[in-house]
């Protein structure tokens, strides 16, 4: 009931800031949502490395979220897995927004090194240095090391949201070097919208997805841009419908506070539940 160009697309992210939900809530959500028959669309249960530990480890699908110091990562991901928590990728900042991001990069080479299978999403600030660092990245999978990109898309702040012209020129990067990457923050509907509350205009994740299909057939900036810029589904629309049975191309997915929200999206266009019939 989920077509194929929206499996996995949504982590659920309710364990994130700010949370109002305990671990052990979170987890019985979890397992509500990936035992229903939406399941095909929910990704890991994303885990802050600095929640665990305080009590039993979950026996979950986890994407675990490094916001302890990076040192420290390593040492986590062994206790965890040690445990018995199922961890599918790790997520970890390498720099804050204006550093020169290839310290972290390299740290984060030497833990995919060690950690063999484990995949990896460097989160990499959209501004200086950043083409830098996605080569640094396509050089690392290269030489079979599993990283790949994650960037933010939103905040509390204007600057952290990219225009149309700016995330599609870093998706077209991420296309021209073959980097599967993740988007974080700002992607609360489908489609391009400005929130009433804070003025700040959140790029929507079927934007996203179609703006990537249209990167990888070859799309050039302009075009990539002009379906991120898209304020009505109805540009959207029959490119997903063209293209749901194919495996999503590049954009690996994004984390959603509630995931029934997304999935309502969906749902209300016809894109997944049958709509598509």
């Known amino acids: 009931m989920v077509p194929p160009l929206y499996a996995g697309l949504v982590d659920d992210a309710s364990l994130l800031p700010p949370s109002p939900i305990g671990l052990a809530d979170a987890v019985s959500k979890f397992d509500e949502h990936t035992g229903s028959w939406y399941s095909d669309l929910i990704g890991s249960l994303l885990v ?37 928590m199922v961890i599918e990728h790790v997520e970890a900042p390498v720099a804050r927004r204006g550093e020169d991001p290839q310290p972290g990069l390299a740290g984060l ?4 090194a060690r950690q063999g299978d484990l995949q990896l999403y460097a989160e990499i600030p959209l ?7 996605l080569d640094t990245v396509a050089e690392a999978r290269a030489e079979g090391l599993p990283i790949a990109p994650k960037f933010r898309v939103g905040g509390l702040a ?5 225009t149309p012209v700016e995330l599609a020129a870093v998706i077209c990067a991420c296309r021209d070097r073959e980097l599967p990457f993740k988007l974080a923050a700002g992607q609360r509907h489908a489609t391009r919208h400005t929130d009433p509350e804070t003025g700040f205009t959140h790029h929507g994740f079927l934007n996203v997805l179609i703006a990537t299909v249209a990167a990888a057939e070859g799309g050039e900036v302009a075009e990539v841009a002009e379906a991120l ?4 589904p109805v540009p959207l629309v029959e490119p997903a ?16 506070a509630n995931v029934v929200e997304p999935l309502t999206e969906l749902v209300r266009l016809g894109l997944i539940n049958g709509g598509y019939e």
Do not use: C, Y
């Open 109 to 112: 080479r030497e833990f995919a």
């Open 241 to 256: 419908r063209v293209h749901r049975a194919v495996t999503r191309p590049l954009f690996v997915g994004f984390g959603a």
């Open 158 to 162: 204007a600057e952290l949201f990219p």
């Open 229 to 232: 810029a898209a304020t009505h």
């Open 48 to 84: 802050p490395a600095s929640v665990v530990g305080a009590g039993p480890v979950p026996q979950v699908r986890a994407g675990l979220i490094g916001d302890v110091p990076a040192a420290n990562l390593p040492m986590t991901v062994e206790k965890l897995r040690a445990a018995g």
């Open 127 to 133: 501004s200086w240095g950043l083409l830098a660092a």
